[in-house]
């Protein structure tokens, strides 16, 4: 099982997104959000995601723009769910994400109007 959690400190809403490999391949998801939105985005995506969803841009329905229209372009919990199944699938490393972490997008330099 991986879990990632996702704090959108812009918006104050915490997602913490659970992924769990299935004995069929597929993969269970499950967000548990404060946001609206995102539960809106997560009820849309159900409890399982194939392996579409999460290596092929083009048919992947957690990057779906009609999945994601309530979402704003700015929230990372798309990415967190990508990210959650990549290292339940081994794609992305589980020792070196306990090592590292986290990942940050921080606001270097933002001037002043």
Do not use: Q
């Given at each position: ?39 809106y ?49 081994g794609?992305m ?21």
């Amino acid at each position: 099982m991986a879990v990632v959690v996702v704090k959108m400190k812009f918006c104050n809403k915490t997602h913490k997104i659970t992924v769990k490999m299935k004995d069929d391949g597929d993969l269970s998801l499950h967000v548990a959000t404060d946001c609206p939105e995102v539960k809106y985005y997560a009820e849309c995506l159900g409890d399982t995601l194939t392996m579409d969803d999460i290596m092929d841009i083009s048919t992947s329905r957690v990057l779906s723009p009609e999945n994601l229209k309530k979402v704003t372009m700015t929230c990372l919990a798309p990415n967190g769910i990508i990210n959650a199944a990549w290292l339940e699938t081994g794609m992305m490393s589980k020792k070196l994400a306990k090592e590292v972490g986290e990942n940050v997008i921080s606001f270097e330099r933002v001037d002043e109007a």
